[in-house]
């Protein structure tokens, strides 16, 4: 096959996913507003259409990581594609989070007379800035510094170095995440307390959201590095991986100058 | 196999030894040496365990601080927004909170 290929490029085989994760996509929506009105068998055919999706997704990233390690098919002109794909997939996630930053915005800089004409509303108690808030901006940025070392690392050829620097993003991630949860657990207000809480809630799970992304994200890498499946040469699901973080940890100042900080004096 | 390895040799050599090939380059990349790679990789390694000190001296002040109390507001219209149940029952996923 490879043999009498005369080109770089990566003709891909028939595939079962693209389909199969449409499928699981239309029951989770379904199920989805199902549940949210709760008609009977929401809940079922909400779980199934996530465990349908989850599905798809291992296989199709286990055919393509076996498309670039074993068939040997990622050559330098094919690794381009995943990597613009890449770029302007964080670029839709910037707009998408720049939305719910902008709406916190809108609702705060001139309150509405519903709410007492001033921000935070009357009655909602907000969280001091200087405590968790201010740590949970330090840790992801530190651990931005450790994909970086894993970065270098991985690009000296140091492979056990990197293993244990994306052992300290996983863990600096895990970190976080367990105190944004300590952090929502005493919060004063919640996501049904006027539209503070709307806002608040929205835009920093949806982050919260991204962190756990990103963590799983970075777990992989650490097991493929582990594995040896990325080089010196060849690593952009690695790459992937860093920038994805370090999109999190930058779109973390946002909140925490905007909404915590500024939103909450 | 074996002789497709020993043509591409050959056409290597042909060619003139192992010229860099630019298209071997990586995209995206400074191309720094493996040398500046792994100072660069000891001076972030440095920075990360900054972090970490800081991010643990400040958790060791935050947690020990204990959890801030807030008196109940008065019941706005704004507050507490019901307008029907959740699929899971009658309250929020993070409502359920220590009254002490």
Redesign the interface.
Known sequence: MIESQRHSYHLVDPSPWPISGSLGALATTVGGVMYMHSFQGGATLLSLGLIFILYTMFVWWRDVLRESTLEGHHTKVVQLGPRYGFILFIVSEVMFLFALFRASSHSSLAPTVEIGGIWPPKGIAVLDPREIPFLNTLIPLSSGAAVTWAHHAILAGKEKRAVYALVATVSLALVFTAFQGMEYYQAPSTISDSIYGSTFFLATGFHGFHVIIGTLFSIICGIRQYLGHLTKEHHVGFEAAAWYWHFVDVVRLFPFVSIYWWGGI | MAS?ILRSSLRTALRGGSRPNP??K????SG?S??E??R??AK??K??YA??A??TI??VV?LS?G??H??E??P?P?????NK?F?WGPD?L??VKEHH
């Open positions: 497709a298209a071997s990586r995209s995206f990349s720094a493996a040398e790679e792994a660069e990789a972030w390694e920075i990360t972090g970490i800081g991010c400040l958790a935050n601080k959890h801030p807030f008196d507001p008065p706005y704004y507050l507490h927004i019901r149940e699929p929020g993070f409502e």
